[in-house]
């Protein structure tokens, strides 16, 4: 079953978008800057909403007035910055990491090497790198970004506790149990302390860490952590957002794993749902669910619904993220065994 981690993804995007609003913009803007702070602030209400192709739309525009403002480099490279977690959001990995080395590269440009901006661009081009299972690149622009947030904000600040986790899921995805618990750990430890225990960060962070429970056989506290995400997202968003179909999914392979299979379809069909809905039909997120519960199918001895849910996965993943993702390949491989157990044995 194929867990996706959270750091979602919406929480990065925030994190970049609210720095355009607040940390970026001079205390009075100007006349001329007045419709790029529209334009940047309604992109930030369709991310919080889901509506990725508005924010998009939103960001394009906003990227036209900067070209009009007088010294426009560090409006060029928010917007960039935001318009790659869009693009991210879209599954649209090539465009998110053009985009977010664009806004590094001018940030650095400005010597904004000790800025808070600065650690935030590197966090969220660290993630999709990381999403593109280039790992060895990631890692040390989250290195540089905890360095950063350490001096600024200190390491007991919810922004220094964000990117740690996303670090934290880079080592998960390496298998690197022993490096990512300890500092999911901490990270939930401080979501808790800085921002409440209802907050959509916690969730976050409990989803995470109920991964690297499951996967090193502590299934209570397993169980215990996603359920309880499940039921944050949920009391935030409602019953129809991105963030609680991954919830669901996420509680899903859970109990696909303990062979609890009825429980696991519920909820994976629910997700689905949700996704087609909100983000499309042609999503990264989309085709792991699907893949997901392909896997209960077989597990249940439906092949032949199965497969077909595998097979729209791989078109999906092939799409957005390209034939040699490993997600990619681990869906082809998984449907060509299924093509040669169903193919007859020749005598």
Not at 166 to 179: C, E, I, V
Not at 222 to 248: C, F, N, W
Not at 252 to 280: N, R
Not at 304 to 319: V, Y
Request: some cysteine.
């Amino acid at each position: 079953m194929g867990y996706r981690g959270m750091s979602g993804d919406m929480r990065n995007s925030n994190l970049l978008i609210t720095l355009a609003v607040s940390l970026i913009f001079p205390c009075s803007a100007f006349a001329s800057e007045e419709d790029w702070i529209r334009y940047s602030l309604g992109a930030k209400r369709a991310m919080s909403a889901a509506n990725y192709a508005a924010a998009e739309e939103l960001l394009k525009k906003a990227d036209k007035e900067a070209d009009g403002i007088t010294n426009n480099s560090s409006h060029k490279a928010i917007t960039l910055g935001n318009l790659s977690l869009v693009y991210k959001a879209k599954g649209d990995y090539p465009n998110a990491e053009v985009c977010a080395r664009q806004s590094v590269d001018l940030m650095r440009k400005l010597e904004k090497r000790d800025d808070f901006s600065f650690a935030v661009a590197l966090s969220n081009l660290a993630g999709i790198l990381k999403d593109q299972a280039k790992f060895n690149d990631a890692e040390p622009m989250y290195d540089g970004a905890l360095a950063i947030i350490e001096k600024m904000r200190g390491a007991d600040s919810s922004e220094y506790a964000t990117v740690t986790d996303n670090l934290a899921l880079l080592y998960m995805r390496q298998g690197r149990f022993d490096k990512a618990m300890p500092l999911q750990q901490k990270a939930l430890a401080t979501y808790e302390k800085t921002l409440g225990p209802d907050h959509p960060d916690v969730a976050i962070a409990l989803g995470n860490l109920a991964e690297s429970c499951k996967r090193t056989g502590k299934d209570k506290e397993a169980i215990t952590l996603l359920e309880r995400s499940l039921k944050i997202m949920q009391k935030i968003y409602g019953d129809e957002h991105p963030s609680v179909a991954t919830a669901l999914d996420n509680l899903a392979c859970f109990y696909a794993d303990q062979k609890q299979y009825e429980k696991a379809e519920s909820l994976e069909l629910k997700a689905l749902a949700i996704y087609e809905k909100t983000v499309g039909k042609d999503h990264p997120d989309l085709a792991i669910t699907l893949d997901n519960l392909c896997e209960v199918y077989q597990k249940q001895g439906r092949a032949d619904e199965g497969r077909k849910l595998r097979e729209r996965s791989l078109k999906i993943a092939e799409k957005t993220l390209g034939a040699s993702h490993p997600f990619t390949l681990s869906v082809k491989e998984r449907l060509e065994q299924m093509h040669t157990a169903k193919a007859p044995v020749m005598r």
